[in-house]
Nanobody, 124 residues
Framework: QVQLVESGGGLVQAGGSLRLSCAASGRTVSRLNMAWFRQAPGKEREFVAALSWTGVATSYADSVKGRFTISRDNPRNTVYLQMNSLQLEDTAVYYC?????????????????WGQGTQVTVSS
C-alpha cells in the first residue's frame, strides 16, 4: 500500500507560481511511476503530468507544457509539481497518483494510489 499526501496548494494571482508536494509513505516511490491530475469544479478529472520511476521519461498535458515541471526526490520519497505562469484555468483540486506498473504509460497509466488532493486557486 502507498499513502500519498499532497500539500502546497493555495491562492495565487495569475502569472504567479506554486510548488505542490506529494509525500509518500508505506512504500518507496523510487520504483513507482508518478503523476499529477486535477479536477476543476463541474469538470472531469484530467491528466496534468507524469514522471517515470527512472526519472527519465516525462509526459505533460498540452495545456501545461512549458509552464509546469514534475520532479521527484527519491530520498525524501516526495514528488513535486512546479507550476509557473499560472492561469485562471489552472484553478482546480490537484491530485497526486502512483502507478505500480513498471512500464511508463504517462496519462494512460493505471494509477492505483491517490492522494486526497490540494486546492489551487488562481485569481485575476
Amino acid at each position: 500500500q502507498v499513502q500519498l499526501v499532497e500539500s502546497g496548494g493555495g491562492l495565487v494571482q495569475a502569472g504567479g507560481s506554486l510548488r505542490l508536494s506529494c509525500a509518500a509513505s508505506g512504500r518507496t516511490v523510487s520504483r513507482l511511476n508518478m503523476a499529477w491530475f486535477r479536477q476543476a469544479p463541474g469538470k472531469e478529472r484530467e491528466f496534468v503530468a507524469a514522471l517515470s520511476w527512472t526519472g527519465v521519461a516525462t509526459s505533460y498535458a498540452d495545456s501545461v507544457k512549458g509552464r509546469f515541471t514534475i520532479s521527484r526526490d527519491n530520498p525524501r520519497n516526495t514528488v513535486y509539481l512546479q507550476m509557473n505562469s499560472l492561469q485562471l484555468e489552472d484553478t482546480a483540486v490537484y491530485y497526486c497518483a502512483a502507478d505500480s506498473v513498471s512500464v511508463f504509460r504517462g496519462s494512460r497509466g493505471t494509477y492505483d494510489y491517490w492522494g486526497q488532493g490540494t486546492q489551487v486557486t488562481v485569481s485575476s
